[in-house]
């Protein structure tokens, strides 16, 4: 299922939501399939009861197995924003970690042959946090996955430095109140650019302007 929107802040927008790879069901569903291919050559072959009973309890078995996984595979959610990366698995209890873009340090990861050919592999994060290193397992596409992760962390620094940009226009910008501009003005009677009479003169219009 999909990550719930409720769960983004205000300005936050979702660039990956993706469950594992589909090789994380594969062995269960494979001994299901196999399961019942006995099963039908059993019933098929009609041998004693003993030996029905427990090719059924088998494929009761390899169905609780991949029922089991199937309900973590749909429920597991490994979700990059603009803001965080978020990891979400859990039937009815649910467990999860979050990692702020700008506590990232280093991604990295992992691929052997056979999860090249497929698609799949592991994703390591290194964050400046008490967690230190995260590990994923089975997720789809891990060098797009890395690469989409540094370009959300890039756009995250460049609105930061955008925010700080207009504070500190904003700051600039807005004029000295009235009682600061007084101050500057003794600063300047002080050392001697304006006269006495002119100070007072200028510290008058001011005070006439509150």
């Avoid at 098929?44 to 003993?50: G, K, L, M, T, V």
């Avoid at 959300?152 to 955008?162: D, P, S």
Wanted: no cysteine; hydrophobic share 45%.
């Amino acid at each position: 299922m999909p990550f719930p929107r409720e769960l983004l802040s205000a300005d936050e927008e979702i660039a990956l939501d993706l469950r594992p790879h589909w090789w994380q069901i594969a062995p269960s569903g494979a001994a299901l399939a196999v399961s019942i291919i006995v099963g039908i050559v059993v019933v098929a072959w009609d041998p004693p009861e003993a030996v029905k009973l427990i090719v059924g309890l088998g494929v009761l078995a390899a169905l609780i197995w991949f029922g089991s996984n199937y309900a973590t595979w749909t429920t597991t959610n490994f979700v990059v924003t603009n803001e965080r990366i978020i990891s979400r698995t859990g039937v009815i209890a649910k467990r999860g970690i979050e990692i702020p873009l700008d506590r990232v340090n280093t991604v990295f990861f992992s691929q052997g042959l056979f999860e090249r050919l497929i698609g799949a592999g592991d994703l390591s994060i290194e964050s400046a946090s008490e967690s230190g290193v995260q590990r994923f397992s089975n997720v789809r596409r891990p060098n797009m996955v890395q690469q989409e992760i540094y370009r959300m962390i890039e756009g995250f620094e460049n609105r930061r430095i955008n925010r700080m940009g207009q504070a500190v226009g904003n700051a600039q910008a807005a004029p000295d109140s009235i009682p600061e501009q007084i101050e500057k003005l003794d600063q300047l009677r002080r050392q001697g650019v304006l006269t006495d009479a002119e100070f007072e003169a200028k510290k008058a219009d001011l005070l006439n302007r509150m």
